[in-house]
């Protein structure tokens, strides 16, 4: 029996969940091996492990419960990974020696497949004095770069990537610069960048009221705190960065705010975490649990879900203690307070199948109506495993029972705390799902709308050719197998590009209030909507009681995300890569221009002509020339003449030229350009490729793919992604949801 709803399915298992011997050779024969190898490895601390191991491998089944990925690439294994998402680092020390320990923990972190988060806060501003040297500080930005460039040196090496997020609180002196970092489009690519903004700050921009910008407890500047917040939601409408994140009220809302204080989140959001926190995530898979869909007994069985949450989480407490962990802290941490993060995915195909439109009021209510039984059944689980195992090493009775998630839950949940304790400090989060969600059959992801009904993907076969196959939403499918393949979809079908940012706020703070960590979603906005109506997105979601937001709006920097496929056949788009078997021609003249590097540690400059053709009406890279009186380059500068204008001579998209030269790190340093680390002098030529390729309009500003329409915007049936280009399979389908571009073609996703 093939328990794949679609090929992409059983293509997404095959490349990432499979386990295979090192040469490929399969060890997982079929999906249930890759069940039961999971469900083996997490019942193994049980007394009776085989009747665990039953129970787990039935919660597994049928997609019904979601672990994460890399719980369920790695558990099983024996391989020397983490089974962690993602982490927040330790708190940077305010000194040279402080600054590259933590850069090396988090090189270590990263090194085993995890994601990190810090708070770059701690880092005094740019033109404070530092003592002791006679020099003045560089600040907090400057020591992102080199955490940026050591990302980008942990991906080349050929380890999984992992995604980052920095954090800066609202009243750093070098916040303005934080906020307007983005705007070059070549700096802190492996960064998502979030505010921690303050109930303090709040009430100043209501008041309009004047801010001061301190750092140990000397006020540089004093600005408009309206100014400043205006200035942060300028930036995310042009950029879609930086984010926020309430932080008082995450502190206050923790279920450990006696033990901890918080000052930064995972990249996607969903876990704001103590220094070495780790983030453990799953999921439970709600379109799989609808009964009777598309029909006036459509629901969710109550016992069936509470059952399955029982399983998940006591599987995701025994991850606690079969996991390995990148650094001693993090097992530490992870052991005081065995904090999971259980969450949802398909929340949208379910609601499409109890015929609730996504954003509406309704549709809110059974949200929360959703997550607060799937909390309730998560805390009552947790209090009898303590009771059979024992609550976390930081649980204290009194100050636990006194937090507000607690109270809310109801009586039965706060005697069953009181007598029997808890196992796991906190329990309940929703992250994105992306990957996982292709997995089971192509579910909506996480919380977020559907984000396209149907598209199709280019499949490269053995033979070299291609194939379109379509890809098709979860509840699309059955909503056509239940109604016909022509069936009409009923008018509550939408996506997130046809909601208003207040209905995406809606959802995401109706889900909220019954989840103790926090969530990952992402407001998409329609390109053409205006500055004025997006401005109140941040501040509707801080009085709807959300702890954080981020947003996305395609523009000529982000890159639109989708185009519209018409249902007849169209003129290709603008922009749209087109694939050709033999070399461009090669006219007796072309046009270019020549650009100068001067390397620090070289006494010459190295000069790099780029030729162009046009070719379709559109001018793209055809030839390029390095040269350097440096001897020393000679050899590599004429290998890389050739190969470079080789595959610009092929035509295509070769925006992927950009990406590997500015992954390339050396060994022995790279050096500072004009205020950016520049990891290798291959890298600063990739820069200079990715100028010239933007300055022609052959790529976004961003560099991340082709130029496309920038008209394009609009979601429908019959579409196919033409976003930026995935760097794991170069088809133009990255789309970004839940705060992750995630890669539609293949699954691929930047906190993957």
């Known amino acids: 029996m093939n328990r794949f709803a679609m090929p992409i399915s059983e293509q997404i298992w095959d490349m990432k969940y499979r386990f295979k011997t090192p040469d490929g050779r399969p060890i997982d024969e079929t999906v249930e091996d890759s069940w039961r190898r999971v469900a083996r490895a997490l019942a193994v601390v049980e007394h009776d492990a085989d009747a665990w191991e039953a129970r787990f491998f039935a919660a597994l089944e049928d997609f019904r419960f979601l672990p994460a990925g890399r719980i369920l690439a790695g558990a099983g294994t024996g391989r020397t990974v983490t089974l962690f998402n993602c982490f927040v680092m330790g708190t940077i020390p305010d000194s040279m020696e402080g600054i590259f320990q933590s850069l090396k923990e988090a090189a270590l972190t990263m090194q085993q497949g995890g994601g990190i988060g810090h708070d770059f806060s701690t880092i005094r501003p740019r033109g404070a004095p530092v003592h002791g040297v006679g020099a003045d500080a560089s600040g907090p930005l400057s020591f992102m770069d080199v955490w940026d460039a050591m990302c980008r040196t942990i991906m080349s090496a050929g380890s999984r990537r992992g995604a980052m997020m920095a954090t800066m609180r609202c009243d750093h002196p070098d916040i303005e610069a934080f906020i307007d970092a983005k705007r070059d489009p070549a700096r802190l690519r492996m960064f998502n960048l979030s505010v921690l903004v303050t109930d303090a700050f709040i009430e100043a921009v209501k008041a309009d009221a004047p801010w001061a910008l301190t750092f140990g407890g000397r006020v540089f500047r004093t600005v408009r ?34 033990a901890e204080t918080i000052s930064a989140t995972n990249p996607c959001g969903e876990q704001p975490l103590p220094p070495y926190g780790a983030c453990l995530l799953g999921s439970i898979n709600l379109a799989r649990l609808v009964r009777d ?28 203690d079969v996991s390995r962990y990148p650094l001693p802290q993090q097992a ?10 259980l969450g949802v995915t398909g929340l949208a195909d379910a609601l499409l199948m109890l015929g609730l439109r996504y954003g509406s009021q309704d549709a809110a209510s059974q949200t929360g109506a959703w997550l607060r039984d799937i909390a309730r059944a998560a805390y009552l689980t947790s209090a009898a495993l303590a009771r059979e195992k024992g609550a976390f090493p930081l649980f204290d009775r009194k100050a636990y029972l006194a937090r507000p998630m607690v109270q809310a839950l109801g009586e039965d949940v706060a005697r ?6 808890i196992r796991n400090a906190l329990l309940t989060s929703i992250a994105p799902t992306g990957t996982i969600s292709l997995l089971a059959g192509n579910v909506s992801s996480g919380i977020e709308p559907v984000f396209a009904y149907r598209y199709t993907r280019k499949v490269l076969l053995p033979d070299g050719s291609r194939a379109e196959e379509e890809v098709v939403d979860y509840a699309v499918q059955l909503y056509r197998e239940r109604h016909g393949p022509d069936a009409e979809l009923p008018a509550h079908f939408v996506d997130a590009q046809t909601l208003t940012p207040a209905e995406h706020v809606r959802m995401q703070a109706a889900a909220q209030e019954w989840v103790d960590s926090s969530i990952s979603k992402t407001i998409n906005c329609p390109e053409d909507i205006s500055f004025e109506a997006f401005k109140d997105v941040y501040m509707q979601a801080w009085e709807s009681g959300c702890k954080g937001c981020t947003t996305y709006r395609p523009n000529p920097v982000t890159g639109s995300v989708l185009s519209v496929e018409s249902a007849r056949p169209a003129e290709p788009a603008r922009g749209e890569v087109v694939r050709i078997a033999e070399p461009l021609d090669r006219p007796e003249v072309l046009e270019g221009r020549t650009y100068k590097i001067k390397w620090p540690d070289s006494p010459h400059a190295i000069y790099i002509t780029m030729n162009d053709i046009v070719t379709g009406g559109r001018r793209r890279p055809f030839e390029i020339f390095i040269n350097s009186k440096n001897m020393e380059h000679y050899a590599w500068t004429v290998a890389l003449t050739r190969m470079i204008s080789a595959v610009f001579r092929r035509g295509g998209d070769v925006s992927f030229v950009v990406e590997e030269l500015k992954a390339v790190f050396d060994p022995r340093g790279g050096a500072w350009i004009e205020g950016r680390y520049v990891p290798s002098i291959l890298a600063a030529i990739g820069e200079v490729i990715e100028r010239h390729l933007v300055e022609i309009g052959f790529i976004e500003a961003r560099g991340t793919g082709p130029r496309g329409d920038a008209g394009a915007r609009a979601v429908m049936v019959g579409e196919r992604p033409a976003g930026p280009a995935c760097p794991s399979c170069g088809q133009p389908a990255m789309q970004m949801i839940e705060g992750c571009m995630t890669c539609a073609a293949c699954g691929y996703s930047k906190c993957a």
Do not use: C, Q
């Open 293 to 320: 869909p598309f029909t006036d007994r459509a629901r969710i069985d109550a016992a069936e879900l509470e059952e399955l949450v029982a399983r998940a989480v006591r599987m995701m407490d025994n991850v606690v």
């Open 332 to 341: 530490e941490e992870a052991h005081a307070k065995r904090r999971i993060g």
């Open 416 to 421: 069953a705390i009181e007598r029997d304790g």
């Open 225 to 258: 705190a309206r100014e400043l917040w205006d200035r942060i939601m300028r930036s995310t409408y042009d950029y879609a960065e930086p984010g926020v994140i309430f932080i008082d009220r995450i502190n206050r809302l923790n279920n450990l705010a006696y």
